[in-house]
């Protein structure tokens, strides 16, 4: 049976057979479908990139206010483009472990308080300039400067010194941390020259495309980079453009009707529909990613925790994953990290939908009248129907929510992490320490529920020091319950990454760090001949 699947396969790598007839071979054989997907996958490496040609992606969150410099990407849109010109110290793979990029090797010293990174040399910025260790010390310094308003600041507060040693960086830190390396693949830690702070925006680093199109909230455009140091392997299509389409059924509609290769968050209601476009595949994986319901614990009237209770226990979850995701999902528990993450703390109880527990706390925190959540298309997809099916079920416990549709263009800039109570999204983050490090420390830029406590500061900050692996997995069992308890983060569900790619699309890795194989599709797929 393998034998025949993997003959099969070559000849749809080849182009001569199409994917939907393979499919259905596979599935009368008694192949999953996620198995067969593998072995296309494996099938077209095999076979080979085809090189030349323009590769487009339409994509969700994008908007006009939106800016090429990496410190500040806080939407799909930008992270995607990023991973197109952008070049990495290190880079995260599928399975977790870390590929060195810019960074030849990693080392540290025997208490992970001293790190030292070799730089590889050779590698040409796009403006033709060679990346240096000085480069490299300079973007972390632009980055870690609060004046910076870098998303990557909260997991680099930990650095003491930074020195260059002839072709090597050497970092202190202030207190050890066996997880430094993973803090280096931040999408936001794009390498610039002179770390970007002559200017920011140019979109000048040293990945596989070069920024020839730059339209806010529109559309993007790259061209191979010529020098690019791993241009056998990676940046097949000639030219890369990402097409801002935030509106759920055109995105579709564009795929469909062949305007772009591939298309983010398709729509967990509409997936059964999608898979029966011809050419069209869907590429689901499970991950880290959550769609959670942020609070602002200092503003009133959730600076009550017995308001933020009420609102916890007023939350159905299993009724949100199963109407909401259709199943594409896990329920949260109102902290931000998952089974996905090493150490993630199993014994936690799992929070149940509890009305009549709810109303107790809301009468206790003393609150009465209506609550303002806002919510838009682009905070998730189905974010509108998750915050109309939340006001059902608060409305159980006596809870009144008013809903107020945002519009896209603006959500991440004028209501995410501005406004006290709205809908997001998160992405996960490769360890426990980055996650919180990165959004619930009391000095982190993306701290968006507010969540300011110094004793939970030192916590995060014992376990990042931690080296003993049984003592650190109880530490973030700790961590984990007085966000569950006094957090200002409602998480209902744990998402998967719902991309489709069209008709002769070929190299598609599935990620579960993010969207778009990790936000490399543009640059590992390519186009059958």
């Known amino acids: 049976m393998t034998n025949e699947l993997e003959y099969l396969s070559r000849r749809v790598a080849a182009g001569k057979l199409n994917r939907r007839d393979f499919l259905g071979r596979a599935a009368a054989l008694g192949v999953t479908a996620a198995f067969a997907n593998t072995l296309l996958s494996d099938a077209a490496r095999a076979e080979g990139p085809v090189k030349g040609g323009t590769l487009k992606a339409g994509l969700q969150g994008g908007e006009s206010s939106n800016v090429l410099d990496p410190a500040l990407n806080l939407s799909q849109v930008n992270f995607n483009f990023g991973k197109c010109w952008g070049e990495m110290l ?61 998303a990557a600041l909260g997991i680099l507060q930990g650095i003491d010194k930074m020195a260059v040693n002839g072709d090597e960086v050497v970092i202190t830190l202030k207190d050890p941390n066996a997880d430094f390396p993973y803090l280096m693949a931040d999408y936001h830690l ?27 909230g529109v559309r993007y455009g790259g061209e191979k980079f010529a020098n690019y140091w791993q241009g056998d392997k990676v940046g097949h299509a000639a030219q890369v453009e990402i097409i801002v389409i935030n509106d759920a059924t055109a995105r579709t509609a564009a795929l469909q009707g062949g305007q772009v290769n591939m298309i983010n968050r398709v729509e967990p209601k509409i997936v059964d529909l999608v898979k029966r476009v011809p050419g069209v595949t869907i590429q689901a994986v499970s991950g880290k990613g959550f769609y959670p319901f942020n609070m602002f614990c200092d503003t009133t009237p959730f600076d009550s925790n017995d308001l933020r209770m009420a609102l916890k226990l007023a939350m159905d979850r299993e009724e949100m994953l199963e109407k ?42 003393g609150h009465s009248g209506t609550i303002l959540l806002r919510t838009s298309d682009v905070a998730f997809p189905g974010a509108v129907d998750a915050a109309q099916l939340y006001q059902q079920s608060c409305a159980k416990a006596g809870i009144k929510i008013e809903v107020k549709r945002e519009p896209g263009d603006g959500y991440w800039s004028e209501v995410w992490n501005k406004q006290p109570f709205s809908l997001s999204y998160w992405g996960g983050r490769p360890t426990q320490d980055q996650m919180y490090s990165t959004a619930y420390i009391s000095s982190a830029d993306w701290n968006d529920t507010r969540f300011k406590r110094p004793e939970f500061d030192k916590m995060v900050l014992a376990a990042r020091g931690e080296l003993d692996q049984d003592k650190r997995k109880k530490m973030y069992s700790d961590i984990a319950t007085v ?27 599935s990620n579960p760090a993010q969207e778009m194989c990790g936000g490399y599709a543009l640059s590992i797929c390519w186009l059958a001949a």
């Open 90 to 150: 290190v880079e995260l793979n599928p399975d977790g472990s870390l590929e060195n990029r810019i960074a030849e090797s990693v080392g540290s010293s025997d208490d992970a308080k001293i790190w030292t990174m070799k730089i590889r040399k050779g590698i040409e910025f796009h403006n033709g300039k060679t990346v240096s260790p000085q480069d490299v010390v300079a973007t972390l310094e632009r980055h870690s400067d609060a004046k910076s308003k870098s």
């Open 190 to 216: 794009v390498i610039q020259p002179n770390g970007g702070k002559d200017d920011p925006n140019a979109g000048i680093s040293a990945g596989p495309y070069k920024v020839t199109v730059n339209e806010p």
């Open 324 to 365: 909401i995701l259709r199943g594409y999902g896990k329920v949260g528990n109102d902290i931000p990290v998952n089974e996905a993450y090493p150490l993630f703390p199993t014994d936690l109880e799992q929070r149940k939908f509890d009305p009549e527990k709810a109303a107790e706390f809301y009468k206790k925190s």
């Open 483 to 509: 966000m569950r308890d006094e957090g200002g983060l409602i998480v209902p569900f744990f998402n998967q990454y719902i991309d489709a790619s069209g008709k002769g699309v070929q190299g598609w890795v």
